[in-house]
């Protein structure tokens, strides 16, 4: 165990998070180490250069990897600057003095302060690598009310536009793949008008030959154009879903959507998006400029025939458009009965083991037949239009050829066309009717891809907890807790479930939160972890409100054990480290003796590696309840949340978890919400809440001898 704790330590020393904590510090954009970090994907493992750039950027810093490869080739103007040496990862350098032989550093994994080297050592010490660090004029936060302008979907054409040098290229190639398809029928026509009648052999194999570089020309193209098809689409992809995923974490609750099933089905859309904007899209609209060059070359060479494709294609728009106009209906009706299937499938999956219980199969049965017989008999009549639109168009485009045929003949037979001529005009028929065809299946895809983008929107218009402001930074909260003149209630709710909470809980208290269920309890908890904003008044934490204090630093100091123990996939150690990565094995072994977890890992081989399902399956709920009340001492919290913590536990575990609690609070503040007496032993103060409204406050002794009180708390 030592050893391992002594290599969990070791790791705690990230130098460049280290050195962008005291960038932030001295650019005055104060911040904590665990926000500086939050929504990046480090997880038990330390920051690159890649997140380095992302968490500068979040606090008005922007960073650039440049090479020098001299120290003294690092300009004086952009100091502080990160550089990477051999010895050390990475360090700060303040200042440096050739003449004097002087360089001044910060580097993490000596000191907190600043250190002398000879610049000769610095020197030989550098590898040639910076990150180049200035604050920017953020204009937006000071300004945003009055200048901003809503810019929906934003974040869809923001990152479309980012792919610009693939689109470019994409089009460029299209354009030569386009030039090169009047190779052929050119060839062709010349074979059949003017190699056959007058022999010349010799002429057609130089024509062959330039055909054959035409189509090796062609096949590479195809294949580069193709790549950064890919190449757009796969970053577009990694992007977006970033966003959207980001996005996702860091959504209000009181923002998020009430069916998870709806919510999910949602952000799947984001494929038919995507294949929509960076697939056949970009080539059917590069291909429909060529459209009028085919034409013009088919009456060029065949006169009238260019009006057999003319018509072919109003033809093939006009259906195409009519047949949009009835799936227009069918494709919503499609999305939405989607959602509810996926709704009914998310509920039967999370919760299958209270179906059985309660003998629930036949409703949720019930319940997904209808969704999928309404899917399916919408999605039916929309793939039936589809289907129709599509062979209604290939029909057509074989009919025009037939159509050039039958006209060319009767053309030729008056001397004013040749046979090599009716073919060419042929082959630039279909090439020409072929952009209609996929401009139809657009026009077939759009409605849906519309809907997508729509509900994709939204979610992405849905407020946040982190927005675009500078918050307090306050990474060290002692405990005092005021609510001052607290209403609340929740969205597309037309009544409060606080009305008026006035209350104070000083640094050290210990109180529990008594009441009928719906009187507002879990409700007073949640707005402390800034989880629902008041709806009126405010909720201060040391005195301030905690509207204005950096999300991740208040919820670091608080340990919350909700009433409903979740668990992720993944270890008892991963699951009790969620919030804390790089907590010592010390930490985690003594804050799962204090939970219990470490009584009931005894009789597991794994130990603190034993792999839990998801929801942590496979755990009883007792075990489940002791892993989050692990999870939430493990950073020794300066506020405990407890709502009821032993809820799923016997009376020997809780009297033995009430014992060892009582054990190790001395200075956090503490909150218990309860339902039993036995918890009361912790506390000092009691607040009792009746329908929103605090009804007792004070002594337990003092509240309990209050009839009313007692009544409330009697359920």
Same mark, same amino acid.
């Given at each position: 165990?030592?050893?391992?704790?002594?290599?969990?330590?070791?790791?705690?020393?990230?130098?460049?998070?280290?050195?962008?904590?005291?960038?932030?510090?001295?650019?005055?954009?104060?911040?904590?180490?665990?926000?500086?970090?939050?929504?990046?994907?480090?997880?038990?493992?330390?920051?690159?250069?890649?997140?380095?750039?992302?968490?500068?950027?979040?606090?008005?810093?922007?960073?650039?990897?440049?090479?020098?490869?001299?120290?003294?080739?690092?300009?004086?103007?952009?100091?502080?600057?990160?550089?990477?040496?051999?010895?050390?990862?990475?360090?700060?350098?303040?200042?440096?003095?050739?003449?004097?032989?002087?360089?001044?550093?910060?580097?993490?994994?000596?000191?907190?302060?600043?250190?002398?080297?000879?610049?000769?050592?610095?020197?030989?010490?550098?590898?040639?690598?910076?990150?180049?660090?200035?604050?920017?004029?953020?204009?937006?936060?000071?300004?945003?009310?009055?200048?901003?302008?809503?810019?929906?979907?934003?974040?869809?054409?923001?990152?479309?536009?980012?792919?610009?040098?693939?689109?470019?290229?994409?089009?460029?190639?299209?354009?030569?793949?386009?030039?090169?398809?009047?190779?052929?029928?050119?060839?062709?026509?010349?074979?059949?008008?003017?190699?056959?009648?007058?022999?010349?052999?010799?002429?057609?194999?130089?024509?062959?030959?330039?055909?054959?570089?035409?189509?090796?020309?062609?096949?590479?193209?195809?294949?580069?154009?193709?790549?950064?098809?890919?190449?757009?689409?796969?970053?577009?992809?990694?992007?977006?879903?970033?966003?959207?995923?980001?996005?996702?974490?860091?959504?209000?609750?009181?923002?998020?959507?009430?069916?998870?099933?709806?919510?999910?089905?949602?952000?799947?859309?984001?494929?038919?998006?995507?294949?929509?904007?960076?697939?056949?899209?970009?080539?059917?609209?590069?291909?429909?400029?060529?459209?009028?060059?085919?034409?013009?070359?088919?009456?060029?060479?065949?006169?009238?025939?260019?009006?057999?494709?003319?018509?072919?294609?109003?033809?093939?728009?006009?259906?195409?458009?009519?047949?949009?106009?009835?799936?227009?209906?069918?494709?919503?009706?499609?999305?939405?009965?989607?959602?509810?299937?996926?709704?009914?499938?998310?509920?039967?999956?999370?919760?299958?083991?209270?179906?059985?219980?309660?003998?629930?199969?036949?409703?949720?049965?019930?319940?997904?037949? =209808? %969704?999928?017989?309404?899917?399916?008999?919408? #999605? /039916? *009549?929309?793939?039936? @239009?589809?289907?129709?639109? +599509?062979?209604?168009?290939?029909?057509?485009?074989?009919?025009?050829?037939?159509?050039?045929?039958?006209?060319?003949?009767?053309?030729?037979?008056?001397?004013?066309?040749?046979?090599?001529?009716?073919?060419?005009?042929?082959?630039?028929?279909?090439?020409?009717?072929?952009?209609?065809?996929?401009?139809?299946?657009?026009?077939?895809?759009?409605?849906?891809?519309?809907?997508?983008?729509?509900?994709?929107?939204?979610?992405?218009?849905?407020?946040?907890?982190?927005?675009?402001?500078?918050?307090?930074?306050?990474?060290?909260?002692?405990?005092?807790?005021?609510?001052?003149?607290?209403?609340?209630?929740?969205?597309?709710?037309?009544?409060?479930?606080? =009305? %008026?909470?006035?209350?104070?809980?000083?640094? #050290? /208290? *210990?109180?529990?939160? @008594?009441?009928?269920?719906? +009187?507002?309890?879990?409700?007073?908890?949640?707005?402390?972890?800034?989880?629902?904003?008041?709806?009126?008044?405010?909720?201060?934490?040391?005195?301030?409100?905690?509207?204005?204090?950096?999300?991740?630093?208040?919820?670091?100091?608080?340990?919350?054990?909700?009433?409903?123990?979740?668990?992720?996939?993944?270890?008892?150690?991963?699951?009790?480290?969620?919030?804390?990565?790089?907590?010592?094995?010390?930490?985690?072994?003594?804050?799962?003796?204090?939970?219990?977890?470490?009584?009931?890992?005894?009789?597991?081989?794994?130990?603190?590696?034993?792999?839990?399902?998801?929801?942590?399956?496979?755990?009883?709920?007792?075990?489940?309840?002791?892993?989050?009340?692990?999870?939430?001492?493990?950073?020794?919290?300066?506020?405990?949340?407890?709502?009821?913590?032993?809820? +799923?536990?016997?009376?020997?575990?809780?009297?033995?978890?009430?014992?060892?609690?009582?054990?190790?609070?001395?200075?956090?503040?503490?909150?218990?919400?309860?339902?039993?007496?036995?918890?009361?032993?912790?506390?000092?103060?009691?607040?009792?809440?009746?329908?929103?409204?605090?009804?007792?406050?004070?002594?337990?002794?003092?509240?309990?001898?209050?009839?009313?009180?007692?009544?409330?708390?009697?359920?």
């Amino acid at each position: 165990m030592e050893d391992k704790t002594v290599n969990q330590n070791e790791r705690r020393v990230d130098s460049l998070l280290e050195n962008l904590f005291f960038l932030s510090k001295y650019y005055q954009r104060n911040s904590s180490k665990d926000s500086l970090i939050d929504g990046l994907s480090i997880f038990n493992e330390v920051m690159n250069v890649n997140n380095f750039i992302k968490a500068s950027k979040k606090i008005g810093l922007i960073s650039k990897f440049v090479t020098r490869e001299k120290i003294e080739d690092i300009s004086k103007y952009t100091l502080p600057t990160v550089i990477f040496t051999n010895k050390y990862e990475s360090m700060v350098l303040l200042d440096y003095d050739i003449e004097n032989n002087i360089s001044k550093v910060i580097i993490p994994e000596l000191s907190d302060g600043e250190i002398e080297l000879p610049f000769e050592e610095l020197e030989s010490l550098y590898v040639g690598k910076v990150i180049i660090i200035k604050p920017v004029y953020n204009f937006e936060n000071r300004a945003s009310k009055m200048l901003s302008i809503t810019e929906p979907k934003k974040w869809f054409w923001g990152t479309m536009k980012r792919n610009k040098e693939f689109y470019t290229r994409i089009i460029v190639a299209s354009i030569f793949i386009n030039i090169f398809v009047l190779a052929l029928p050119l060839f062709i026509m010349n074979v059949y008008d003017r190699i056959l009648p007058n022999n010349a052999i010799e002429s057609l194999w130089a024509l062959a030959i330039g055909v054959f570089v035409v189509m090796i020309f062609d096949f590479a193209l195809k294949s580069i154009r193709a790549y950064y098809i890919g190449m757009a689409s796969k970053r577009a992809d990694i992007v977006m879903s970033n966003k959207i995923f980001d996005h996702i974490l860091n959504l209000r609750l009181d923002s998020k959507p009430a069916s998870t099933g709806m919510f999910v089905n949602r952000l799947h859309s984001f494929e038919a998006i995507r294949e929509f904007f960076t697939t056949a899209t970009i080539t059917a609209l590069v291909d429909v400029p060529f459209v009028f060059i085919f034409v013009a070359i088919i009456f060029y060479i065949g006169g009238p025939l260019g009006w057999i494709p003319v018509l072919t294609i109003i033809l093939s728009l006009l259906f195409s458009y009519f047949m949009q106009t009835k799936t227009k209906n069918l494709v919503a009706s499609t999305i939405k009965e989607e959602q509810l299937k996926q709704t009914s499938l998310n509920e039967t999956v999370t919760g299958l083991e209270i179906i059985k219980s309660v003998r629930g199969q036949n409703r949720m049965k019930t319940h997904f037949d =209808k %969704s999928l017989g309404q899917t399916a008999y919408f #999605g /039916e *009549k929309a793939q039936l @239009l589809t289907q129709v639109a +599509s062979n209604f168009t290939d029909f057509l485009s074989k009919f025009s050829n037939v159509a050039i045929i039958v006209f060319g003949v009767y053309i030729a037979t008056s001397g004013d066309m040749t046979m090599g001529a009716i073919v060419a005009a042929m082959m630039l028929n279909r090439r020409a009717v072929a952009p209609a065809s996929k401009i139809v299946t657009l026009v077939i895809k759009y409605d849906r891809t519309v809907v997508a983008l729509k509900n994709l929107d939204e979610i992405m218009q849905m407020d946040v907890e982190k927005e675009n402001k500078v918050y307090l930074s306050r990474p060290e909260l002692k405990g005092d807790i005021e609510f001052k003149d607290v209403s609340f209630s929740y969205k597309n709710h037309n009544y409060e479930v606080l =009305k %008026s909470i006035n209350l104070k809980i000083k640094q #050290g /208290e *210990k109180v529990a939160i @008594l009441g009928k269920i719906g +009187s507002g309890k879990s409700t007073l908890i949640k707005l402390i972890q800034n989880l629902y904003v008041p709806t009126k008044g405010s909720v201060l934490i040391d005195n301030t409100d905690v509207r204005q204090i950096d999300p991740v630093d208040l919820r670091k100091a608080i340990g919350v054990v909700p009433q409903e123990p979740f668990l992720f996939m993944g270890s008892v150690k991963d699951n009790i480290t969620i919030g804390d990565p790089f907590a010592t094995d010390e930490e985690i072994l003594n804050a799962s003796k204090i939970s219990g977890v470490h009584d009931f890992l005894g009789k597991h081989e794994s130990g603190y590696d034993f792999i839990v399902g998801e929801r942590g399956e496979g755990l009883s709920g007792g075990e489940r309840q002791a892993i989050t009340l692990a999870r939430a001492l493990v950073g020794n919290p300066h506020f405990m949340i407890l709502d009821e913590p032993t809820n +799923s536990m016997d009376k020997q575990t809780e009297k033995a978890f009430i014992k060892r609690l009582n054990s190790i609070l001395s200075n956090q503040t503490v909150i218990v919400v309860t339902h039993k007496f036995s918890l009361l032993s912790i506390v000092d103060r009691v607040i009792v809440l009746d329908d929103g409204k605090i009804i007792a406050d004070g002594p337990k002794d003092k509240v309990f001898g209050n009839n009313k009180a007692v009544k409330s708390q009697d359920e």
